[in-house]
């Protein structure tokens, strides 16, 4: 069924407290569902600098369901990260929307900034009474090698299966780039390359026509960066109605593997 890809965007910004990123503004395919991936890494000067997911929330414009989350703990230096998948389904006649991501941190006296990564995208066709099948995260792919997660049961071949890996760049000045799994299609790689301390660096990928409980990776770190900590990484299956219908897609678009999809724009703050 169609997707639609929406937002490829990085948020730099010093925070003195809490998180608050939003996403820029975008409007959902009729009918879809619209699923958020977040990459944050906190930096701090404590050890107690937390992103926990617990501590997460997606607000405006429609109701968000966080999917699935992971976060790292304390990494050293005062890192840690999480990533999270949140969905939302859109009825017939969308308007533009500007989410807002928050963390409330566990200890926010002490953190000093953060670097958010969203991948912003929506599919048709989706079973609308029961949309997320199976699930995957981990806290601990690696800092390189295959990345691999088991999900929670076998997808049905006919859904659509993303799986994310966030990672931490060291010093700021690049980005980790990933290679697909076998069967699997990269959908995007972003990166909030600053030029100092770590990168928030967020790959997604996509595959339909399996059953296989197996997410993994070529390589997680393909041009083989320095990396805080290990990767995270979360998978979530979308199920498709019995007999969805494409819609579609206005203005120029370019097909893409399965469905239409439409430009990619990239900002960063």
Known sequence: MARSDHVNTKVLYAVAGAISATVPSFTPQANSIVVIVVHCIGLGNSVADLVATANSGLTGGLTWTKRIGVDSGAMGFAYSMCAEIWTAEVGGSPSAIAPVWSNSVNSSSNLD???????????????TGSPIGATASSATLGTSGTGAMTLSGAPASSSYDYAARGIAQEDGTTDITATPGSGWTEVYDVATVTGSEGSACLETQERTGSTSTSVAWTEINANAQAVFGQALGVAIEIKMASSGVDVAMSGSSSTVGIGTQSPVFSIGL
């Open 113 to 127: 900034n953060a670097r958010v990564a969203f991948q912003v995208f929506s599919r048709t066709g989706y079973d």
